[in-house]
């Protein structure tokens, strides 16, 4: 039986096929019978336990912070440090391999990998694993720099350049565009075919023209050492086609959206496209039907979890602003604000999910008659997209969420003097909004309110993280991560790990004055601060790319079997890695929770 | 009734000693006098052999896997794997069944100086089996020879304890007529809950039995 070692599992899939047939020679199997220790604190280990049946728990004080199945091993950590700090119990009746300490020991020391995996923190292990993948899978867009894309070379011409020499030049070189160099206003531009065919329009001899007057400025620039991911995601929120990458001040190339999407045979841009060429609402739900589709491609090809949910982010704001636009008279789109909340807002959304959404009115602005039937026409137009109507009417076809300026500052006032049931929670879900189409000055005006009322208020601030447990599962995720029945419970990650954690975040976000709007942005304002230690800031957000990862890897699955997304992962179909990772990361969310009722005094309430 | 180690007790007390004794007096060769002392306490070897065929007059040994057993871990780091080189050539039938093939036995051990080995790595230890009764019979057309009787060791069989444990645990009613009790390998492994291996491979079928019978005995002293 030693023949047949899990060697396809992590952290043995990393060793080669000597240091397979050291670990076959030194191999041992146990038995451990129901409730028997395996290890206890204090113990000096001398093996690697690699579970082959049954469960085991790893109890902290009495607290059980893990259970470990089959292909799962430990204690690698106590191993090394040569002292059990945990206890370990046979769940169940426990059939395990043992691999004595001195071959794991040697194997570290020849295998730096096996090491990192089998002792790496959450985060480490993460990294480990992206650089593991990297070579077997195909490059991926999010995960290269900017420095290793294809660049064009970049021509400078001074402002005066009349466009007649410009058009030459850019023939000669075979390019679309050329930087304008101002000095006189010392500022720089780009100037291009799209600028080219204005010039043209404009009527007025072009050898008489200078290019300062139509080329498009600023220029925008990226950092050669950006990753290749922020570069799509300035171009989509600029709406360019064209980035001029810069290292310490000298431009070394032009990034072009079509080399940068060729890159990989991902349809973004072409969605992108569809989105803004759109002139009916069905054009623009054929591509919000692409997108799905687009962001399986990403996720498969490799690219990291966060990259896709701001591109997605970039995506739908794009797909909202334009549908509006098409629905609303443009008077209605520049006196008001139309923001989205929630996942949406925070910028972590991968698959779609219900609406949440609400329209700012300027003050003293008169909308139109229609507009009950303008925001209806919207809402329908959503869902017709894919996004399901919200459950709660968290949408701008319902009134209580489409109000003036003024009537919304009074209406989180309310929420605020009166913290409980549904204003709680539509003060968390109003905290991420994110302004789409219009003005957005007067979605800030409204937040700053909010920041300024709640700041100070210990009460609501513990009350409102207090929320955090509001689906009341604190500690019945370890019985459901590995229920010892034969079917377990397929774990819900919104609940048990993604809300816990983002909901967390947000709280402190409240009490510390930090006004950003995503987890991420949120988490590093806070370690800034010094609210969080750079550490726990990291482990929150490793944990919130796990969760984010296996939910979108499930709903995958789930939408091509034409099942209904649940937002749940049945655990015993997780590979091992999964399992490692999930179980890693709700073992921060319990750590998490555990600080944030100390910060906020949750036991006294 | 078995017990706790899997032997019957003795019939006599001191027959075990009384036994050591006349056995020594028979042996050919001192070397393996350690054979016939007291076994250490809670250790065993699980025994596994493949052989060309079933009929133990003709067939031969192709390969032997042992492995220790101390309490409830079963010792694969020291395992002992033999190939064993047969005289005559092997039959494709059996091939089908251990995959070895007259070339793969090529660089086997001869029968004698296998068992020489598995002997030395056996010592006085209980032999703990699956149907051993077939295997024991196999390796004593070459142990006798050698030692002047068969192997001395106890054996432990499985699918007798096995049996045993099944028997208690039906209804009295059942337990009067003849109780129809399943004893292949295979049924028993998942029974008892325990992970199932390639069968015919000698080490895994050892480590098999070895597993079983390690549980098995936790089962008995519940």
Known sequence: ?605 | MRGLDGQRPALLPGWDRLRRHWLSHRLRDARFQDLLLPPPPEEWVALDCETTGLDVRHDEIVSIGAVRIVGDRLLTSERLELLVRPERAVSAGSVRIHRLRSQDLAGGLPLHEAVVQLLRFIGSRPLVGYYLEFDVAMLNRAVRPLLGFGLPQPCVEISALYYDYKFQQLPPYQQQANADIDLRLSTLMSDLNLPIREAHDALNDAVMAGLAFVKLRHLRSD
């Not at chain 1, 430990?74 to 059990?84: K, Q």
């Not at chain 1, 979605?443 to 709640?454: K, T």
């Not at chain 1, 209904?564 to 091992?576: A, C, F, K, M, N």
Request: with cysteine; hydrophobic share 45%; aromatic share 6%.
């Open chain 1, 1 to 605: 039986m030693p023949n047949a070692f899990p060697f396809s599992l992590s952290p043995f899939d990393c060793l080669d096929p000597d240091e397979q047939r050291r670990v076959r020679a030194s191999v041992d199997i146990a038995y451990f019978p129901q409730h028997a220790a395996i290890l206890e604190p204090g113990d000096t280990p001398a093996y690697l336990f690699v579970i082959v049946k049954g469960y085991v728990q790893q109890l902290d004080d009495g607290d059980a912070v893990a259970t470990l199945g089959p292909d799962d091993c430990f204690d690698g950590r106590s191993l090394v440090a040569g002292r059990v700090s945990s206890r370990f119990v046979a769940a169940q009746e426990v059939v395990a391999y043992q691999l004595a300490r001195h071959t794991v020991i040697e194997l570290i020391a020849s295998n730096a990998t096996f090491g990192a995996l089998l002792f790496a923190d959450l985060g480490h292990k993460l990294s480990v694993l992206a650089e593991r993948q990297q070579p077997r899978e195909l490059p991926s867009l999010s995960l290269s720099r900017v420095g290793e894309a294809f660049l064009r070379p970049v021509h400078s011409v001074p402002a005066h350049t009349d466009i007649l020499s410009v058009v030459r030049l850019m023939r000669e070189q075979r390019t679309s565009s050329v930087v304008v160099c101002d000095e006189a206003a010392a500022r720089k531009g780009i100037f291009s075919r799209t600028l080219l065919q204005q010039a043209i329009l404009d009527g007025r001899p072009l050898q008489s023209m200078p290019v300062g007057d139509w080329a498009r400025y600023p220029l925008i620039e990226v950092r050669s050492t950006e990753l290749l991911g922020d570069a799509m995601a300035l171009m989509l929120r600029h709406r360019i086609h064209r980035l001029v990458v810069e290292e310490g001040g000298v431009m070394l190339g032009v990034l072009e959206a079509l080399d940068l999407l060729s890159y990989l045979s991902n349809q973004s841009h072409i969605v992108t496209l569809q989105i803004e060429q759109a002139r009916d609402l069905q054009s623009l739900g054929q591509a919000a039907s692409q997108m799905t589709k687009v962001i399986a491609q990403l996720f498969r090809s490799g690219s990291r979890v966060e990259l896709i949910a701001r591109l997605v982010q970039q995506l739908n704001a794009r797909l909202f602003e334009r549908a509006w636009q098409l629905i609303a008279p443009a008077d209605l789109v520049a006196n008001s604000c139309l923001f989205v909340m929630g996942s949406e807002g925070r910028g972590e959304q991968l698959l779609k999910t219900d609406q949440d959404n609400g329209l700012i009115l300027r003050d003293g602005y008169m909308p139109p008659e229609d507009l009950q039937g303008i925001c209806e026409r919207f809402s329908q137009a959503l869902g017709q997209f894919g996004y399901p109507p919200c459950p709660g009417h968290i949408m701008l076809s319902n009134p209580a969420w489409r109000r003036t300026a003024k009537d919304f500052a009074a209406m989180l006032r309310q929420w605020v003097w009166q913290p409980a049931g549904d204003n709680l929670m539509h003060l968390a879900i109003f905290m991420d909004a994110h302004a789409v189409a219009g003005d957005a000055d007067l979605l800030a005006q409204v937040s700053e309110g909010l920041h300024q009322l709640a700041t100070d208020n210990d009460a609501l601030l513990s009350r409102f993280a207090a929320a955090m447990d509001a689906f009341g599962t604190h500690g019945g995720w370890l019985s459901k991560l590995f229920s010892l029945g034969e079917a377990p419970a397929p774990l819900h990650l919104k609940k048990e790990g993604l809300f816990p954690l983002l909901h967390g975040v947000r709280s402190l976000a409240l009490a510390h004055h930090v006004r950003a709007t995503s987890t991420v942005a949120r988490v590093q304002a806070l370690v800034a601060q010094g609210a969080l230690s750079p550490g726990e800031g990291e482990d929150v957000l490793e944990a919130l790319h796990v969760f984010m990862a296996l939910k979108l890897k499930a709903g995958l699955a789930e939408q091509e079997q034409a099942r209904p997304v649940t937002g749940t992962v049945s655990v015993q179909h997780l590979s091992s890695l999964d399992r490692d990772l999930l179980k890693d990361a709700l073992g921060v969310v319990k750590r998490f929770q555990q600080l944030l009722r100390t910060r906020f005094h949750l036991g006294a309430l």
